[in-house]
């Protein structure tokens, strides 16, 4: 069963630190992945996506791709109390046509 | 504004009675999908469609049924074969097969 892995946390970072937030994968003919942030009782929201390997940056959030040691990470620069929620990594597996999700990491800002 | 719908925002089910649950795009994407998120949990796959009048079972279809009409409405029947149906149910649709799918704000499902 292809499966997407991540650590449920929590996990705690203080203010303005760097957070590094990880996810591995189990096919290795993946082609596109993504991450979600996902407030309590709230739907989960797109952040990135990223096809290709290497960095991908968008203000102070950059998502890293490495399709040979299945992994995406998403790293959130300058942490704010505002970024504490639970995020999502999502695989888009070959031949399957919906996104598998990982069941989330909790992040903490503490101000 | 381009969105996805889903009504209601709470809904509260009685024993040996189905529920329908609401999903309505106009973003004018080919593909819908209906996902169960349990508490402390990631998000499970119910149903999905790729076109008008196609759908296919997902992950945990058992208990569940959907029917895809029209290409902007989804709705999802929470069947009384359902025994554990207490959940977040999240609404998703997407252009095609590699871009990111989108959110509703969800439905909130609990048994009276």
């Known amino acids: 069963q292809k499966e997407v892995e991540q650590n449920s946390g929590p996990l705690s970072v203080p203010e303005g630190a760097i957070a590094s937030l990880n996810c591995t994968y189990s096919d290795r003919g993946s082609q596109s992945f993504f991450w979600y942030r996902q407030y309590s009782g709230k739907s989960p929201e797109l952040i990135m996506f990223i096809y290709s390997n290497g960095d991908k940056e968008d203000g102070r959030f950059t998502a890293q791709l490495n399709k040979a040691s299945q992994y995406v990470s998403l790293l959130i620069r300058d942490s704010q109390p505002s970024d504490s929620a639970t995020y999502l990594c999502?695989?888009?597996?070959?031949?399957?046509?919906?996104?598998?999700f990982g069941s989330g990491t909790r992040l903490q800002v503490q101000p | 504004d381009g969105g996805i719908t889903q009504s209601p925002k709470y809904l509260f089910r009685k024993e040996g009675q189905n529920v329908t649950l609401s999903c309505e795009q106009n973003?004018?994407?080919?593909?819908m999908y209906w996902y169960r998120q349990d508490p402390g949990q990631g998000l499970r796959l119910i149903y999905y469609s790729q076109i008008v009048n196609d759908f296919q079972k997902g992950d945990i279809a058992e208990g569940y049924s959907v029917s895809r009409e029209k290409k902007e409405s989804f709705p999802l029947t929470v069947t009384s074969a359902q025994k554990n149906p207490t959940a977040f149910y999240l609404c998703?649709?997407?252009?095609?097969?590699?871009?990111?799918?989108?959110f509703g704000d969800g439905t909130r499902l609990s048994i009276l």
């Open positions: 999502a695989v888009n597996y070959t031949g399957r046509r919906a996104l598998t």
């Open positions: 998703a649709s997407r252009d095609n097969s590699n871009q990111p799918q989108h």
């Open positions: 973003l004018n994407h080919d593909a």
